[in-house]
């Protein structure tokens, strides 16, 4: 009856240390995505996550990184559907616009998967890690540019309702990979104050 009333305490223990964890890791979360341009957007996309996060800036950073690069990849596919679908219209302005978006979207997939690679190998000191995450800050500010590009020339193009709909999307991934881009940017500052 001990032995059971021990393991009841210890299960209980873990419970509540498990919650009060995620706790601590969410409230991390929320504090972080407070300094982003859309701090509500970071933190519903990134909360599910804090298990994975706990209260490290690097997987902080590298978590939005990936999330960024998830939305983006099924944008990429949405676009691409869609631009097949505009090679059947009349309308050859708005199929161009979405093969010029599809195109910019698939170097911003690039682009962010290059940094999320970048983000998992991390490695060396000084120069060389400086150089490392300088080329992340890079990628993510060339993706967000490229997301950018998109939505401007969906705009010179009146496609109607689609591509309203589209703009709208893509400024959403937009602003998950501006979060990604100010997460990764907070996190090169912290170790750039405490590393150098």
Same mark, same amino acid.
């Given at each position: 009856?001990?032995?059971?009333?021990?393991? *009841?305490?210890? /299960?209980?223990?873990?419970?509540?240390?498990?919650?009060?964890?995620?706790?601590?890791?969410?409230?991390?979360?929320?504090?972080?995505?407070?300094?982003?341009?859309?701090?509500?957007?970071?933190?519903?996309?990134?909360?599910?996550?804090?298990?994975?996060?706990?209260?490290?800036?690097?997987?902080?950073?590298?978590?939005?990184?990936?999330?960024?690069?998830?939305?983006?990849?099924?944008?990429?596919?949405?676009?691409?559907?869609?631009?097949?679908?505009?090679?059947?219209?009349?309308?050859?302005?708005?199929?161009?616009?979405?093969?010029?978006?599809?195109?910019?979207?698939?170097?911003?997939?690039?682009? *962010?998967?290059?940094?999320?690679?970048?983000?998992?190998?991390?490695?060396?000191?000084?120069?060389?890690?400086?150089?490392?995450?300088?080329?992340?800050?890079?990628?993510?500010?060339?993706?967000?540019?490229?997301?950018?590009?998109?939505?401007?020339?969906?705009?010179? /193009?009146? *496609?109607?309702? /689609?591509?309203?709909?589209?703009?709208?999307?893509?400024?959403?991934?937009?602003?998950?990979?501006?979060?990604?881009?100010?997460?990764?940017?907070?996190?090169?500052?912290?170790?750039?104050?405490?590393?150098?």
């Amino acid at each position: 009856m001990r032995m059971l009333i021990k393991t *009841i305490i210890f /299960v209980i223990a873990g419970v509540m240390f498990s919650a009060a964890s995620a706790g601590n890791a969410t409230e991390f979360i929320r504090t972080n995505c407070d300094t982003t341009l859309y701090p509500e957007l970071c933190y519903h996309s990134l909360a599910g996550y804090a298990n994975a996060v706990q209260s490290d800036p690097a997987r902080l950073a590298r978590v939005a990184v990936g999330v960024s690069l998830s939305r983006a990849k099924r944008m990429g596919l949405y676009v691409a559907n869609l631009s097949r679908q505009a090679d059947y219209s009349a309308d050859h302005r708005a199929a161009a616009a979405l093969h010029d978006c599809f195109s910019v979207l698939g170097d911003a997939v690039d682009q *962010i998967r290059g940094s999320l690679k970048q983000m998992r190998r991390l490695t060396g000191t000084g120069e060389e890690l400086r150089y490392q995450l300088s080329n992340v800050q890079t990628w993510m500010s060339a993706a967000l540019t490229n997301e950018d590009t998109c939505v401007d020339g969906l705009d010179d /193009v009146a *496609i109607g309702v /689609v591509g309203d709909e589209v703009s709208g999307r893509i400024l959403k991934v937009k602003e998950v990979t501006s979060n990604a881009l100010a997460l990764v940017n907070m996190f090169v500052s912290k170790l750039m104050t405490t590393t150098f």
